[in-house]
């Protein structure tokens, strides 16, 4: 069955450090991974993907994620974190063997300190 | 990406009733979903809905609780029926843009008396 994992339930992390929230994944095949991020009371925003080609990708807002097959992890990161980055966010995969729904992970929040 | 939008964005409906909600999206797309977003979770696919053929139900959900139409290539609706407070949660909708990635619509928060 494929999953997603995210190990932690809350980051906390001061304005201007870097920042990293965790995925794991467990797909059969070739993984397509997404990480979504949700503001209170809003929808769910992409933020990137990783499909195939280059390891690092980057997406909205300056982040960025590493995909590393031999870990099975897909790891969002982003240089300098700001306080408006505090928000819910949400590792996902696609079961490209059904319809390709997405399965989520089970969101982490990221708490931004001034 | 096309804009996609909900209605209600929220409601407070009383046990045994039922709520339609609807979600418009401003291109034709071929797969829409519905997704439910209870309090403190994640998401969990409630259905996929193609324009001209029935929904296709994730386990665990049931027509008979969660009507879908699928009317035309730019709109859906999902009925929750019979509510109970156990459907208290964010309703969501989404489209697969031609990336492979879905985009989602604002939500319908639901809360059940």
């Known amino acids: 069955a494929q999953s997603v994992a995210q190990p932690e339930d809350q980051v906390n992390v001061a304005e201007g450090n870097p920042l990293t929230v965790k995925c794991t994944y467990s797909?059969?095949?070739?993984?397509?991974l997404f990480w979504y991020v949700q503001y209170p009371n809003r929808g769910l925003q992409f933020l990137l993907k990783?499909?195939?080609?280059?390891?690092l990708v980057k997406g909205s807002y300056g982040f960025e994620a590493e995909f590393n097959k031999s870990q099975t992890s897909f790891h969002l990161k982003k240089p300098s974190a700001l306080v408006s980055d505090s928000a819910l966010y949400f590792c996902?995969?696609?079961?490209?063997?059904?319809?390709?729904?997405?399965?989520f992970g089970q969101g982490t929040t990221l708490q931004v300190k001034p | 990406s096309a804009v996609i939008s909900q209605k209600p964005s929220r409601d407070i409906c009383q046990r045994g009733t039922s709520l339609t909600i609807q979600c418009q999206v401003d291109?034709?797309?071929?797969?829409m979903f519905w997704y439910r977003q209870q309090p403190g979770q994640s998401l969990t696919l409630i259905a996929t809905?193609?324009?001209?053929?029935?929904?296709?139900?994730e386990s665990g959900f049931v027509i008979d609780k969660f009507p879908i139409s699928r009317p035309n290539l730019t709109f859906s609706t999902l009925t929750v029926s019979n509510m109970s407070p156990e459907d208290s949660s964010i309703y969501l909708c989404?489209?697969?843009?031609?990336?492979?990635?879905?985009?989602f619509g604002p939500g319908t928060r639901l809360t059940v008396l």
């Open positions: 990783y499909i195939t080609g280059d390891n």
């Open positions: 797909v059969s095949g070739n993984p397509y």
């Open positions: 996902a995969v696609r079961d490209i063997r059904s319809t390709g729904k997405l399965i």
């Open positions: 989404s489209y697969f843009g031609g990336g492979n990635e879905q985009f």
């Open positions: 291109s034709q797309v071929t797969m």
């Open positions: 809905a193609n324009q001209g053929s029935e929904a296709t139900y």
